[in-house]
């Protein structure tokens, strides 16, 4: 098993940054990567970013140039450090982690971003 605890969301104005934070536990060495979903209000769950174990990073378009995904494997805790916050990356975001047997979500941590 794998808990996840995350923390970050908040308002913020349209051009500013936040940083989310996820802190695994448990069966931390059965992961095999960290990721950030999102899902805005009447719309699909999206992946936003991933970093695999071995510290390879991808991101969505919409993302790219703006978000950076981090993890520190000390903590064991992924990062998604969001800057130039636009009105559209408003939604609830999503830690995802999947390990050896099954995925786990975080909680969700709601970003608004007001115009």
């Known amino acids: 098993q794998v808990q996840l605890v995350e923390s970050g969301g908040g308002l913020v104005q349209a051009g500013g940054s936040l940083r989310l934070s996820c802190a695994a536990s448990?069966?931390?060495?059965?992961?095999?990567?960290m990721n950030w979903y999102r899902q805005a209000p009447g719309k699909q769950r999206e992946l936003v970013a991933v970093i695999t174990r071995g510290g390879t990073t991808n991101y969505a378009d919409s993302v790219k140039g703006r978000f950076t995904i981090s993890r520190d494997n000390t903590k064991n805790t992924v990062y998604l450090q969001m800057n130039s916050l636009k009105p559209e990356d408003t939604a609830v975001y999503y830690c995802?982690?999947?390990?050896?047997?099954?995925?786990?979500w975080g909680q969700g941590t709601q970003v608004t971003v007001s115009s």
């Open positions: 995802n982690v999947p390990a050896a047997l099954r995925v786990y």
């Open positions: 448990g069966s931390i060495e059965s992961i095999l990567a």
